[in-house]
């Protein structure tokens, strides 16, 4: 079969011609029709994980029809379309992951091949009114958007949100969630045409954080006042603006992050944080459960993952150098089938 490989460290990948993988106990085959990008597809080809293990498959999302299966499942699963959970091992502790814990796509090969082994308990019926390039946009960032925004944050109906850096797809998620839950919805980005982009998908109004009074602005904007305005605020970027969503927070307010792109948080005033009772959470994908939820919560709203533009597995590099600089709105996604 055609697999994208990463062979070493910082390398580009190459499309190879490797061996089928063959199912085990409880294991399938899914031939993947298509898989989509993720930021830790360029952090693993640029081995920014601990026990790397190259050459590898990479790839954790995937959606695409199940052609064999192993010893000890039900041939009910033959010719079933699916999406496939990348969050494994999780464990029994909802509130921690296990020892155990892996995301497919390393150490154990990806979705960015034209076949993929994979335990069939991880397997999830395609819904029938996304087509295989939306189903395959879902796994990684609908499962890290879920957890944050519902599980962490626990938002409820008619709260008021702000989402962060939007564009990518943990925050589009996380908008179109939050919407489909009867949330207000804000968001930042340094793009005034992403801004453009999430109001029509649903957000109330957006501030470009490239104006050192972004903050100050968005207050303005919303009607809040110097107590806070948003019940919950998730974030992927942290760093020193971290401390200006402590005074975005309404006393008693949650802060969720799934990411640090803007490195570590600093000036935060620890009067601020306890005398507004704020609630600091940290997130990162989510149990086989949230996974569930996600999916059934998708199927009920109807919800279309966004895509960016789509490549084909032959263009894997160039798709990664795409997601890398940035610049996408939506999900980026190979088509093999």
Same mark, same amino acid.
């Given at each position: 079969?055609?697999a994208?490989?990463?062979?070493?460290?910082?390398?580009?990948?190459?499309?190879?011609?490797?061996?089928k993988?063959?199912?085990?106990?409880?294991?399938v085959?899914?031939?993947?029709?298509?898989?989509?990008?993720?930021?830790?597809?360029?952090?693993?080809?640029q081995?920014k994980?601990?026990?790397?293990?190259?050459?590898?498959?990479?790839?954790?999302?995937?959606?695409?029809?199940?052609?064999?299966?192993?010893?000890?499942?039900?041939?009910?699963?033959?010719?079933?379309?699916?999406?496939?959970?990348?969050?494994?091992?999780?464990?029994?502790?909802?509130?921690?992951?296990?020892?155990?814990?892996?995301?497919?796509?390393?150490?154990?090969?990806?979705?960015?091949?034209?076949?993929?082994?994979?335990?069939?308990?991880?397997?999830?019926?395609?819904?029938?009114?996304?087509?295989?390039e939306?189903?395959?946009?879902?796994?990684?960032?609908?499962?890290?958007?879920?957890?944050?925004?519902?599980?962490?944050?626990?938002?409820?109906a008619?709260?008021?949100?702000?989402?962060?850096?939007?564009?990518?797809?943990?925050?589009?998620?996380?908008?179109?969630?939050? *919407?489909? =839950?009867?949330? %207000?919805?804000? @968001?930042?980005?340094?793009?005034?045409?992403? #801004?453009?982009?999430? !109001?029509?998908?649903?957000?109330?109004?957006?501030?470009?954080?490239?104006?050192?009074?972004?903050?100050?602005?968005?207050?303005?904007?919303?009607?809040g006042?110097?107590?806070?305005?948003?019940?919950?605020?998730?974030?992927?970027?942290?760093?020193?603006?971290?401390?200006?969503?402590?005074?975005?927070?309404?006393?008693?307010?949650?802060?969720?992050?799934?990411?640090?792109?803007?490195?570590?948080i600093?000036?935060?005033?620890?009067?601020?944080?306890?005398?507004?009772?704020?609630?600091?959470?940290?997130?990162?994908?989510? *149990?086989? =459960?949230?996974? %569930?939820?996600? @999916?059934?919560?998708?199927?009920?709203?109807? #919800?279309?993952p966004? !895509?960016?533009?789509?490549?084909?597995?032959?263009?894997?590099?160039?798709?990664?150098?795409?997601?890398?600089?940035?610049?996408?709105f939506?999900?980026?996604?190979l088509?093999?089938?």
């Amino acid at each position: 079969m055609k697999a994208a490989l990463i062979p070493e460290i910082n390398r580009a990948v190459t499309i190879q011609e490797v061996e089928k993988p063959t199912p085990g106990q409880g294991e399938v085959i899914v031939k993947i029709k298509a898989a989509s990008l993720n930021h830790r597809d360029v952090f693993v080809q640029q081995g920014k994980y601990p026990g790397m293990k190259l050459p590898v498959i990479i790839g954790s999302d995937g959606a695409g029809t199940v052609v064999e299966i192993g010893e000890g499942l039900s041939d009910t699963w033959l010719g079933k379309d699916v999406i496939i959970n990348p969050s494994h091992n999780w464990g029994d502790d909802d509130r921690f992951y296990s020892k155990s814990f892996k995301i497919l796509g390393m150490p154990d090969n990806g979705t960015f091949a034209e076949y993929v082994k994979v335990e069939a308990k991880y397997l999830h019926i395609k819904p029938t009114h996304l087509s295989f390039e939306a189903a395959a946009a879902l796994p990684l960032g609908g499962l890290t958007a879920w957890r944050a925004l519902m599980s962490r944050a626990g938002l409820k109906a008619n709260e008021k949100v702000l989402v962060t850096g939007i564009g990518g797809g943990v925050a589009l998620f996380t908008l179109q969630f939050a *919407t489909a =839950a009867g949330a %207000e919805v804000w @968001v930042t980005s340094s793009s005034d045409e992403k #801004i453009s982009k999430a !109001i029509e998908l649903g957000a109330k109004g957006g501030i470009n954080y490239k104006d050192p009074n972004w903050a100050k602005n968005l207050i303005n904007a919303t009607g809040g006042d110097r107590s806070g305005y948003f019940d919950v605020i998730i974030d992927s970027a942290c760093g020193p603006g971290f401390a200006k969503l402590i005074d975005l927070a309404k006393p008693g307010g949650r802060i969720c992050f799934f990411g640090g792109t803007t490195g570590n948080i600093t000036d935060i005033a620890p009067s601020k944080v306890f005398f507004k009772q704020l609630n600091i959470y940290g997130s990162t994908m989510g *149990t086989e =459960a949230e996974f %569930e939820a996600m @999916v059934r919560f998708v199927e009920t709203h109807q #919800i279309q993952p966004i !895509i960016d533009q789509t490549f084909s597995l032959e263009e894997t590099e160039t798709a990664l150098r795409k997601m890398d600089h940035g610049t996408q709105f939506g999900k980026i996604v190979l088509k093999l089938g």
